[in-house]
């Protein structure tokens, strides 16, 4: 059972994500977008969406300076237990909260404004239940162990046990002990990264940090496309004239 | 000097009647779909008006285009990009629906399913957005030809640049027509928004368009344009906008709305300009600079050093040719009676427009006096100030110079030409105070007038060895005979599997063959045509019905 749930199981969660995103690409780039709804409402959007956004990127930054920084490491340079469980209680509650709020607000409006519900799918609405089934799942496990316990510390199991699958070495007796609410969570967060590939959230994968060193202005030549159709592949056409048209950018 | 090639449009305004088949066409043949109801390629203004959407030209509201910034560089109104990332979850300043219309039909089906009843059934109105019944309050021409008169012409941002004026003088109201599609800048802010790098400028024609498989939906092109002639798709989640037809430029077509516009007021044309000055150009300091700066990176194509350069630049032989043919060439520089729609947006727009000389007539004549007479027409477009400060806030950065010297030509070629239509002498003194010869005049008259189909689009087919590609299908597939495997274009999985033949070459040459001929579409077909006008339902005229396949008569 361990080795299903802590080996298989995510192992076939990653590989669906790869796998999907590349199919996804290949044969669906034209449905590789937001989706967004904003033309349809805005003034609800302006709120929701930004706080539900930097909030899931600060938990972005949290989980990987949690999940993938070792221990060892923070402690080389001075950070103790006791200080990083500080911060991370602190901050993670914070981003998980505005989260939390901004994908309320978020789906309040996407239930109550005629247009945005007219337009979503029930892809989104199953990719909605399990989006905010991960994002709970985790506040719970931090809220339970804090609250009521004296805090867990993650980084001694959950932490070696995600890198272990990286060195492809998977450790599933480090998530035996784990609390069921930490366990909860990364299963459910697997199921969310295996759905992701077939949802709309594979935009997050397209976020456009390249333009903060593109020319403003992109020049393309048709010479790739000629006419409307794609040229395929093994037929260049038949013997052609040297071209007199240099490639301009 | 980077030579570069670009496909531009004049419309002369003079000649639009507002009958908006351009909107209607352009419709037809790319916005008819579903997440586009409400978008409109190309669209017809009445100004003075709020324009479609309300009052895009408010860049202090919508904030599109470029601003200079102190430095003397240009950077997108809205932001630039580190601004744009971090307003990328909500854009501030994107229209809502509203601004545009919300798109709507009809109830028909209840016209034919209602009940029996006391009350004839009436077709409600239903939201395309919801399927909810609507109210119909706005559309993307509500105000046409100044319905609603001064409570929405009011609403005008270039009318509020010179309102004082306006509120004392609105009896002498003025209207003409604005047709509008997309500028196809040289410098367009849209491309510089986009997050994504899907807008691009093509390098062979400078047609702008948006790469739908790279458009991730960051919506932030839509406030980038100025002109707010791009759109968001709210199906499909891409944006979308005019593509200047590139299928039919391709194949030396105009585009659909220059083709069927009935007061063939547009022209269509290669512009050759430098694309190093571009920058420079676009970022000289005062606004009203913007026009003559604009003029001053195109490049003359007769200039020999300029061609010798655009062929250097990779432009074939033929496309400088028709560079030199181009009728826009002669309306930009040589006439000088085009002007650009908002240079002050610094975004380099290449539709340019012929302001109308006709609101100036129309008071003349109103109040009396001979509205073709030269000195008559040259006092007046100095005394109305209002056509005139309104067309500079359109079309110079509210410069009036340029606009009265566009009046001025208009003005003296319309009676200068009047006199020779009513057999008096040539006055070369009208021609010479606009700086003309009275051969420029009739040049100009002729390009303005009565230029035929091939004089008003002179467009460079895509190169000669695209050509060859392009009709790919019709001329490459060895398995295309009678009853081959390449027969009907089936695909892998079936007919009409695989991708399909471009429309464009299966139209090329029913279309040119159309409208070259001289006589019937299929010449010999006159014994199988019957006229169903002149017949009077009895018996069965020769040609009523094909002939049988059995060969036996008709009787």
Known sequence: MNVLLWVVYPYLAIAVLVGGLIWRYRYDKFGWTTRSSQLYESAVLRWGSPLFHFGVLMVLVGHIGGLLIPKSW???????????????????????????????????????????????????????????????????????????????????????????????????????????????????????????????????????????????????????????????????????APKTRATRR | MRVMAQMAMVMNLDKCIGCHTCSVTCKQAWTNRSGVEYVWFNNVESRPGQGYPRTYQDQEKWQGGWVRTRAGRLKPRAGGRVKKL????????????????????????????????????????????????????????????????????????????????????????????????????????????????????????????????????????????????????????????????????????????????????????????????????????????????????????????????????????????????????????????????????????????????????DVLRDTGHDGEDAHNLFGAVDALRIPMEYLAGLFTAGDTEPVRGVLNRLAAMRSYQRRINLGEERDETIAAAVGLTGQQMDDMYRLLAIAKYDERYVIPAAHAEDAHKLEQMGTECSLDFEGGPGMYQTGPFGEASGTAAPVQVETFHMLRDRQTADGFTDPGDEPRRVNLLNWDGKGKPAGLFPPRKDGSADE
Not at chain 1, 102 to 121: D, E, K, Q, S
Not at chain 1, 210 to 226: A, E, H, I, M
């Open chain 2, 86 to 361: 971090f307003s990328i979850f909500a854009n501030p300043k994107l229209p809502a629906m509203q601004d545009y219309y919300e798109p709507w039909t009809y109830d028909y089906e209840h016209l034919l399913t209602a009940p029996a009843g006391d009350d004839t059934p009436v077709a409600r109105p239903k939201s395309l957005l919801t399927g909810q019944d609507t109210k119909v309050t706005w559309s993307a021409n509500w105000d046409d030809s100044l319905a609603g008169g001064n409570e929405i012409a009011a609403g005008d941002p270039v009318l509020q640049q010179v309102s004082d004026r306006v509120k004392q003088e609105y009896e002498k109201s003025f209207l003409f027509f604005l047709p509008r599609i997309c500028e196809h800048c040289l410098n367009p802010s849209c491309a510089a928004s986009c997050p994504s790098g899907a807008i691009y400028k093509r390098a062979e024609d400078g047609i702008v368009l948006v790469d739908q498989d790279r458009c991730r939906g960051w919506r932030m092109c839509v406030t980038g344009c100025p002109y707010k002639k791009v759109y968001f798709n709210h199906r499909t989640g891409k944006a979308e906008k005019c593509t200047f037809c590139f299928p039919r430029i391709e194949i030396g077509q105009p585009t659909i709305c220059s083709e069927t516009c009935v007061g063939r007021l547009r022209y269509l044309g290669l512009m050759l300009y430098d694309a190093d000055a571009v920058q420079k150009a676009a970022s000289v300091k005062d606004d009203k600079d913007l026009y003559a700066a604009q003029r001053s990176v195109f490049l003359d194509p007769h200039d020999p050093q300029v061609a010798a350069a655009a062929s250097r630049a990779g432009i074939p032989d033929d496309w400088i040719e028709a560079a030199r043919r181009s009728p826009i060439w002669d309306l930009i520089m040589k006439y000088e009676v085009a002007l650009p729609l908002h240079p002050e947006y610094r975004t380099m727009p290449m539709v340019w427009y012929i302001p109308p000389l006709s609101p100036v007539v």
């Open chain 1, 74 to 240: 923070t402690e080389a340079v001075g950070v103790t237990e006791h200080m990083y469980h500080l911060t991370a209680v602190f901050v993670g509650t914070v981003a998980g909260l505005c989260t939390l709020i901004g994908m309320a607000i978020l789906i309040a409006r996407r239930r109550l404004t005629g247009p945005v519900f007219a337009a979503t799918t029930k892809n989104d609405k199953a990719m909605y239940v399990v989006l905010a089934a991960v994002i709970v799942c985790g506040l719970w496990a931090t809220l339970k162990a804090n609250v009521a316990g004296d805090g867990y510390d993650y980084r001694e199991t959950v932490s070696p046990w995600f890198r272990s699958l990286f060195y492809l070495q998977p450790d599933p007796d480090l998530m035996a002990g784990v609390p069921t609410t930490f366990q909860t969570h990364v299963i459910v967060a697997f199921a969310l990264f295996a759905f992701w590939p077939f949802t709309r959230l594979v935009h997050a994968f397209s976020a456009p940090v390249g333009y903060l060193t593109r020319p403003y202005v992109v020049y393309r030549s048709r010479d790739t496309r000629p006419g409307l159709r794609p040229s395929r592949p093994g037929w260049e056409g038949p013997p052609t």
